[in-house]
């Protein structure tokens, strides 16, 4: 790795870079969605990606070599990015992947728009587990894609001076989990009966309890979906699905502390 790193937006010229890199085996090997795709229907994608100020992309450039790339699109919660990104599949090794997720994390943009960042990757993905590690993502558990098992990693952007109080109905099993979480990212905390936001997991309750205090009912039985959000702050399609229920509690946590600020 040189000493000339720069980072820079996506343009238009990225395209064909960004299809060969993403279609290269050893790539490929890695994704989640492992559907094949043209180079055309990628063009579409790439053209809307960046006629959309909702989403961002970064190249890293060594010299004025692109040596790896990063997106970030929004999650499930407001406020809330999911990243995605490569190194260039003949320069993997070279702390390249780990450069670009440290400086594209770290930009204005980045920091204006999101509260916290959200990534997966196969389990056996060593070399993505190694660099969210060193930039400072914590894992929250694994989650699912078809038959594939994967490691779910959040990274909190947001400084909150005062953090949530959440009140969670849930089995012990999940609570001492959340207070983990919660605690690790510093976004929210358990809070008692007097707490404002009230979140169910799981557990049954009266019809009374879930018109009268609930805001939010996470379903963890089968799949982790989000199937109640009343007075929320802001316009969700319901449901809303998740990797799993510590990603979501975080996620709604980060949403509710970014839509407070705003
Ligand atoms: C994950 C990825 C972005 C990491 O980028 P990178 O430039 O290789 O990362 P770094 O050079 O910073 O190295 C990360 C660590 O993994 C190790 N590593 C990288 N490639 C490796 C390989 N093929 N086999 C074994 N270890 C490898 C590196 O040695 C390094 O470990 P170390 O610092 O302890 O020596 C890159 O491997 C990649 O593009 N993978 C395919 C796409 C992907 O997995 N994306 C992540 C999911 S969103």
Redesign the pocket.
């Known amino acids: 790795m040189g000493n000339d790193l720069k980072l820079r937006r996506w343009c238009e010229s990225d395209c064909r870079t960004i299809y060969e890199w993403r279609v290269d085996p050893?790539?490929m090997r890695?994704?989640i969605d492992q559907s094949m795709f043209s180079y055309e229907e990628h063009a579409r994608w790439f053209a809307a990606f960046l006629s959309d100020s909702g989403r961002c992309g970064f190249i890293l450039e060594d010299g004025s070599n692109p040596v790896?790339q990063i997106r970030f699109d929004p999650a499930e919660m407001p406020g809330c990015y999911r990243?995605?990104?490569?190194?260039a599949p003949n320069?993997?090794?070279?702390?390249?992947?780990?450069?670009i997720l440290r400086l594209a994390c770290h930009t204005e943009e980045i920091r204006r728009r999101a509260a916290l960042l959200v990534?997966e990757?196969l389990h056996e993905?060593?070399?993505?587990q190694?660099?969210f590690v060193r930039n400072g993502f914590i894992q929250a558990g694994q989650g699912k894609s078809g038959s594939a098992e994967l490691n779910c990693w959040l990274l909190p952007l947001a400084v909150v001076a005062q953090p949530l109080p959440i009140q969670f109905f849930a089995e012990p099993v999940w609570l001492e989990d959340i207070e983990k979480i919660l605690s690790a990212t510093g976004l929210a905390f358990p809070g008692d009966a007097t707490a404002r936001i009230k979140m169910f997991l799981g557990a049954a309750v009266s019809k009374e309890e879930l018109y009268s205090s609930t805001l939010l009912h996470l379903n963890v039985s089968d799949s982790t979906l989000l199937d109640l959000a009343m007075r929320f702050p802001a316009d969700l399609k319901l449901p809303v699905e998740f990797y799993n229920p510590l990603t979501a509690v975080v996620q709604i946590a980060a949403s509710l502390s970014y839509l407070q600020q705003g």
């Open positions: 050893s790539t890695w994704c790896a990243i995605s990104l490569a190194a320069l993997t090794g070279k702390g390249y992947g780990s450069s990534a990757t993905n060593l070399p993505s190694k660099i």
